[in-house]
């Protein structure tokens, strides 16, 4: 029930409400079409003063749009026990009009989950396509309570979206074990003029996997990534044990660490990292319409000085369907290529703290 509770009242931090909010369009003999969405809009400033090129960026307050979606939601029930399932949903910029020269043709500018699947509640759920990561799903969620910057251990995105497959079993008396690969090609890439040999690299898979464990106020997982270059990553694993505990239903706190070893062949971006060990704390306190959420990370980088990062955010629902918030964060980053041939100063290398204010109005 707390924890029932809580997510219900933090549901503006988190961003699920889609799934409260959808409006069902169809709903007949074990066939059902769920329309969602919702259109978001703030202004933001500040943030890292150098993209991963390593060139210096503007970091002035601007008017954003703040992942502004739509999506539809499908199943059909098979039988008592199988469930057949889709998914597909769109972004798309709520601030302004966007296109070629903007004349606003482009209409929704990603494609941001496509995926189909089977769900049984004896034998679990299969599921393939375009979908968020489930490390992220299972294991990095309690940390996930940001909607833009903040989250220091591995996203929805990591080694996901797109040509992957997943499984994960029904709860097994609070355990869920879950298994996913995404699969890198080079099928399609053309060889050079005079090349006779097959151009590519070939075929990879970067598989991750783990087990959760949610029992009562008690939500605890343990997971690994397969962080090949392809996806982003360095060639190594990665390993993360986080969890969360629900003191009251308004209050819950979270820990977690995660690790990543470093490889002596992999050479990151300006503002990348290769190995570290990353140690992340935090809380949520909810108080009526209101929640407030804090996090701090340690963040020992294997070849950069250690980082200090940390975000706050405040959200008020101020209906159902509409919320407003203000977002602070930084990453502590610092530029990690010779410094003398950008700036003088060192403290300029810095990032600004990060802000964001706006509102959302969830359908």
Same mark, same amino acid.
């Given at each position: 029930?707390?924890?029932?509770? =809580? &997510?219900?009242?933090?549901?503006? &931090?988190?961003?699920?409400?889609?799934?409260? /909010?959808?409006?069902?369009? $169809?709903? @007949?003999?074990?066939?059902?079409?769920?329309? $969602?969405?919702?259109?978001?809009?703030?202004?933001?400033?500040?943030?890292?003063?150098?993209?991963?090129?390593?060139?210096?960026?503007?970091?002035?307050?601007?008017?954003?749009?703040?992942?502004?979606?739509?999506?539809?939601?499908?199943?059909?029930?098979?039988?008592?026990?199988?469930?057949?399932?889709?998914?597909?949903?769109?972004?798309?910029?709520?601030?302004?009009?966007?296109?070629?020269?903007?004349?606003?043709?482009?209409?929704?500018?990603?494609?941001? /989950?496509?995926?189909?699947?089977? @769900?049984?509640? /004896?034998?679990?759920?299969?599921?393939?396509?375009?979908?968020?990561?489930?490390?992220? @799903?299972?294991?990095?969620?309690?940390?996930?309570?940001?909607?833009?910057?903040?989250?220091?251990?591995?996203?929805?995105?990591? /080694?996901?979206? +797109?040509?992957?497959?997943? $499984?994960?079993?029904?709860?097994?008396?609070?355990?869920?074990?879950? =298994?996913?690969?995404?699969?890198?090609?080079?099928?399609?890439?053309?060889?050079? !003029?005079?090349?006779?040999?097959? !151009?590519?690299? +070939?075929?990879?898979?970067?598989?991750?996997?783990?087990?959760?464990?949610?029992?009562? !106020?008690?939500?605890? +997982?343990?997971?690994?990534?397969?962080?090949?270059?392809?996806?982003?990553?360095?060639?190594?694993?990665?390993?993360?044990?986080? +969890?969360?505990?629900?003191?009251?239903? @308004?209050?819950?706190? *979270? =820990?977690?660490?995660?690790? *990543? #070893?470093?490889?002596? #062949?992999?050479?990151?971006?300006?503002?990348?990292?290769?190995?570290?060990?990353?140690?992340?704390?935090?809380?949520?306190?909810?108080?009526? !319409?209101?929640?407030?959420?804090?996090?701090?990370?340690?963040?020992?980088?294997?070849?950069?000085?250690?980082?200090?990062?940390?975000?706050?955010?405040? $959200?008020?629902?101020?209906?159902?369907?509409?919320?407003?918030?203000?977002?602070?964060? #930084?990453?502590?980053?610092?530029?990690?290529?010779?410094?003398?041939?950008?700036?003088?100063?060192?403290?300029? =290398?810095?990032? #600004?703290?990060?802000?964001?204010?706006?509102? *959302?109005?969830?359908?």
């Amino acid at each position: 029930m707390k924890k029932t509770l =809580l &997510a219900t009242a933090i549901v503006g &931090a988190l961003g699920a409400s889609a799934a409260a /909010q959808a409006a069902t369009v $169809y709903d @007949q003999d074990g066939t059902k079409l769920d329309v $969602y969405g919702r259109i978001a809009m703030g202004i933001a400033g500040g943030g890292p003063e150098y993209n991963s090129d390593g060139n210096r960026i503007n970091t002035d307050a601007d008017f954003v749009d703040v992942y502004s979606r739509l999506g539809l939601r499908m199943s059909h029930e098979v039988s008592r026990d199988l469930t057949a399932f889709g998914r597909l949903e769109w972004r798309f910029d709520g601030d302004e009009r966007t296109g070629p020269s903007g004349n606003g043709n482009t209409g929704f500018k990603e494609v941001r /989950q496509s995926y189909l699947g089977l @769900q049984s509640d /004896q034998f679990g759920t299969f599921q393939g396509g375009n979908f968020d990561s489930f490390y992220n @799903q299972f294991v990095s969620l309690p940390f996930y309570v940001y909607i833009d910057r903040g989250l220091e251990f591995a996203g929805h995105p990591k /080694q996901s979206r +797109g040509d992957s497959i997943g $499984y994960y079993t029904p709860d097994l008396s609070g355990f869920t074990v879950f =298994l996913q690969g995404k699969h890198y090609s080079d099928r399609g890439v053309e060889a050079a !003029p005079g090349v006779t040999e097959e !151009p590519g690299q +070939g075929t990879e898979v970067a598989a991750q996997g783990g087990v959760r464990y949610a029992q009562g !106020p008690v939500t605890l +997982g343990l997971g690994f990534v397969d962080d090949i270059e392809e996806g982003g990553g360095n060639d190594e694993v990665l390993y993360g044990l986080i +969890g969360s505990y629900d003191f009251t239903d @308004q209050f819950s706190m *979270r =820990l977690g660490y995660e690790t *990543r #070893d470093e490889n002596a #062949d992999y050479t990151p971006s300006a503002t990348g990292e290769n190995g570290y060990d990353k140690v992340g704390l935090g809380g949520t306190f909810t108080t009526g !319409p209101w929640a407030f959420t804090a996090d701090y990370y340690n963040v020992d980088s294997d070849s950069d000085e250690t980082r200090h990062a940390w975000a706050a955010g405040s $959200y008020y629902k101020v209906s159902s369907n509409f919320d407003v918030f203000v977002e602070v964060a #930084d990453g502590d980053s610092s530029f990690s290529s010779d410094e003398s041939s950008v700036d003088d100063n060192i403290d300029a =290398l810095k990032e #600004d703290v990060y802000w964001l204010t706006g509102a *959302r109005y969830h359908f």
